[in-house]
């Protein structure tokens, strides 16, 4: 059987005295297009980031594409992200540059020292850019400063710049959370459509349990940085998953009550070796 193309495994990650994953579980395969479901604070940025290797663990494995991402360093850790695209909420596109230039530059990690101007890049990778840029509908704004686009446009070209990576795996950090409802549903429809062609593996972080349900094979939830649900989406409506998700959060909640309570008493038995645990508070 083939291995699993992730696999994250009893994941901790500490910020200070925020536990922001804790115990964190989940295996993807090639070719799933799973969504990371929770509510701003739960983790969802937290555990994308650790597939890219931004973050370290504080604990727990994390394991793409056959590596153990938190060891890699250097050029294995460059080798690695070069096979993993990232497509951010606020699309962090060069405003004053052509859209073009912007798709360009998905493609710096494979080419050595700095590029300025479009005459610097290989004809073969412009061309490569306006196959992207015509794939998510904008070849017609190729030429066209990035910030003149609207938002869900700009999207699509970071989406094209991640596509001059040809990854294997797409993770997007809640792609439409910028976005109005009707440029949301075609961020995520393009994002599937690419995905379904390309043999993709995508990991897209949202809130909204609709576009969830209609974009992704299977959701999994965080809560306070704990996975409360890990299920497929076929035949799944909303009110079954907000009644799961809500179930298991209460279930959550429960236990997380029961560990501080557990975590004060100790405390004040050993008042020197206390340390307490803030769960999802802010940054
Ligand atoms: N660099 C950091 N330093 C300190 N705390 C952090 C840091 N990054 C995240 N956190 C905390 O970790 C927890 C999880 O944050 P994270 O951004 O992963 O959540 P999220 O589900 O992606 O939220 P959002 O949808 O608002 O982006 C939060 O309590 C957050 O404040």
Redesign the pocket.
């Known amino acids: 059987m083939p291995s699993p193309l992730i696999e994250v495994r009893d994941l901790d990650k500490r ?2 005295r ?1 536990l ?1 994953l804790h115990g964190v579980e989940a295996t993807i395969d090639r070719g799933e297009i799973v969504v990371l479901l ?1 509510l ?7 555990l994308l980031r650790h597939l890219d290797g931004l973050e370290t663990p504080t604990s727990g494995s994390v394991r793409v594409l056959g590596e153990e991402v938190p060891r890699l360093r250097g050029r294995r850790l460059r080798a690695l992200r070069g096979r993993v695209g990232f497509v951010f909420q606020q699309f962090e596109l060069v405003p004053s540059l052509t859209v073009l230039e912007n798709v360009l530059t998905g493609s710096l990690a494979r080419l050595r020292g700095p590029r300025l101007g479009l005459w610097s890049y290989p004809k073969r990778l412009k061309l490569a850019a306006l196959g992207h840029l015509d794939r998510v509908g904008l070849l017609d704004r190729a030429y066209q400063r990035a910030d003149t686009l609207s938002g869900g446009q700009q999207q699509r070209v970071a989406i094209a710049r991640a596509l001059m990576q040809e990854p294997e795996i797409l993770l997007a950090d ?1 792609p439409v959370a910028s976005l109005d409802p009707e440029s949301s549903e075609q961020v995520m429809a393009l994002i599937r459509e690419i995905a379904m062609d390309a043999g993709l593996t995508v990991v897209c ?1 949202l ?1 909204q349990v609709d576009l969830a349900l209609a974009w992704g094979d299977r959701i999994v939830g ?1 809560r306070g ?1 704990r996975l409360v649900l890990d299920t497929p989406t076929e035949g799944l409506g909303k009110a079954e998953v907000m009644e799961i998700y809500g179930r298991v959060a209460t279930a959550t909640a429960e236990l997380e009550a029961i560990e501080t309570e557990l975590a004060d008493a100790s405390a004040e038995a050993r008042p020197d070796r206390a340390e307490p645990l803030a769960e ?4």
């Open positions: 910020f200070d925020t922001a929770g701003s604070g739960s983790g969802k940025s937290t809640e972080s809130h965080l940085g999802g508070a802010g940054r």
